[in-house]
């Protein structure tokens, strides 16, 4: 089931941009993704998700590849509160499941 | 708009028993998905109710069971309680039928099994 790649524990200073990244290399062509994150013991918060374009909302921008083998979910001015641990999502149209892996821990530092 | 709830917070049981724990779904869902999250561990699909139906499981043997009653809320039952069960159990409710059925999850009931 495993079909997102993210990086190991990244930091970022408050204020500035976080990015991070996911590789979804065999992604398909109905398959949206998913961007969630956990903060220490609560439940997964729904961020954003696409499919081919670029999204952006209130809390965040993912940037797709063309190819859409992989993308960047971009906090634009991280703050302490967003600390938490990122998980990227590859989930087909319908599909009535969410594949968590091990996601990223971004830890935003003072 | 009501977010979802989970029902109780913390729970500690013993081996062997048997557990109940409550999800109401967000205001306009009518979906509920089951995860459970081991400590240090993404969550793990368990199943999902939709029409009062299970709509899909994973790879949780038969005493993981559940109900969805007719205002969408919904149960998960464990019966025979392992050490192994011990874990965070969180639902998540969506709106079948719609283009991307967006999950959103309430704040999980944390359960220990002695």
């Known amino acids: 089931d495993a079909k997102t790649t993210q990086p190991p524990p990244m930091d970022c200073a408050e204020g500035r941009a976080a990015n991070l990244p996911c590789n979804h290399s065999?992604?398909?062509?109905?398959?949206?993704v998913y961007w969630y994150r956990q903060i220490h013991s609560q439940g997964p918060q729904y961020i954003i998700h696409?499919?081919?374009n670029n999204e952006t909302n209130e809390m965040a921008s993912l940037i797709i590849t063309e190819d859409r083998k992989s993308s960047t979910l971009i906090l634009p001015h991280a703050t302490l509160r967003d600390t938490a641990v990122y998980y990227c999502?590859?989930?087909?149209?319908?599909?009535?499941?969410?594949?968590f892996g091990t996601g990223t821990r971004l830890t935003v530092i003072p | 708009e009501t977010g979802v709830t989970q029902s109780p917070t913390h729970l500690i049981k013993t081996r062997g028993q048997q557990v109940t724990l409550r999800c109401s779904s967000q205001?306009?869902?009518?979906?509920v998905s089951w995860y459970q999250q081991a400590l240090g561990q993404g969550p793990q699909f368990i199943f999902q109710?939709?029409?009062?139906?299970?709509?899909g499981r994973g790879n949780f043997p038969p005493r993981f069971s559940g109900l969805q009653f007719p205002n969408y809320s919904s149960e998960l039952n464990v019966n025979a309680l392992e050490l192994d069960d011990s874990a965070l159990y969180l639902c998540?409710?969506?709106?079948?039928?719609?283009?991307?059925?967006?999950?959103?999850f309430g704040p999980g009931t944390r359960l220990l099994v002695l």
């Open positions: 205001s306009g869902h009518n979906t």
């Open positions: 999502i590859v989930r087909p149209t319908g599909a009535n499941n969410l594949f």
């Open positions: 065999t992604i398909s062509g109905n398959e949206y």
């Open positions: 998540a409710s969506s709106l079948q039928g719609t283009a991307q059925e967006t999950q959103y």
């Open positions: 109710y939709y029409r009062e139906e299970e709509n």
């Open positions: 696409g499919l081919k």
